[in-house]
């Protein structure tokens, strides 16, 4: 598996647009980007997943650079309730020997 | 809404009791995972499952053992409960697309 970097933690204000960088030097051919939410008490919630370029849904953007050595999750406009852990995941989840492994994640805390 | 289940949600037991803490999904997915979380801490991966009869070690050394006899039910088990094992476990399913789908968790208090 590809290890991940990210920031442990990050500060942000209600309505403003919020960018976590993930590093990711030794991504494989195969290998996707995923990245994760979870709220105190509860289990990660999958948010977005990208191979490069850029990927945008109803919650999030990613957006991957050619060299897919890193990537950026962008939240548009964060409200309180987007305070959690994000993380990060780099894999090749089709094969069967890949774990599902978490890191330390980036603690976000929005204020108001 | 994702339909993977465990239970019990919370669970206060003695040292020395053996315990089992259930995980069913009603998706079909062929992968099963579980993980000990501390509050605040990182999220540690201790078992998983490619499909039935087939279980491996995470990256994080745990007492507890699992099975896999049915697709659906990936239950983890402890023969003798110690304070040291007090977490909470996660247990997620996924269809191997790197899209996981994670229970209620299950808090485990050992005293």
């Known amino acids: 598996l590809a290890k991940t970097t990210q920031p442990i933690s990050m500060d942000s204000y209600e309505g403003q647009e919020v960018n976590i960088t993930c590093s990711h030097n030794n991504i494989a051919t195969n290998d996707y980007i995923t990245w994760y939410q979870q709220f105190p008490s509860q289990g990660p919630r999958f948010i977005i997943q990208?191979?490069?370029t850029k990927v945008t849904n109803e919650v999030a953007s990613l957006f991957i650079p050619a060299d897919r050595k890193s990537s950026t999750l962008s939240l548009p406009r964060v409200s309180l309730s987007d305070t959690a852990v994000y993380y990060c995941?780099?894999?090749?989840?089709?094969?069967?020997?890949?774990?599902?492994?978490f890191g330390g994640g980036t603690r976000l805390m929005v204020k108001p | 809404e994702a339909d993977i289940y465990q239970t019990p949600r919370y669970l206060v037991i003695g040292t020395g009791k053996k315990i089992t803490l259930e995980c069913s999904q009603t998706m079909g997915h062929d992968k099963m995972y579980w993980y000990q979380q501390d509050p605040g801490m990182e999220l540690h991966l201790i078992h998983y499952?490619?499909?039935?009869?087939?279980?491996e070690k995470g990256d994080l050394s745990s007492e507890s053992t699992v099975s896999r006899i049915r697709t659906e039910h990936f239950p983890l088990t402890l023969e003798s409960a110690r304070p040291s094992h007090t977490s909470q476990y996660l247990c997620?399913?996924?269809?191997?697309?790197?899209?996981?789908?994670f229970g209620q968790g299950t808090r485990l208090t050992v005293v």
């Open positions: 997620a399913s996924s269809a191997g697309t790197g899209e996981a789908f």
């Open positions: 990208g191979y490069k």
């Open positions: 499952s490619y499909g039935v009869n087939s279980t």
């Open positions: 995941l780099v894999g090749a989840y089709n094969n069967a020997g890949n774990m599902l492994t």
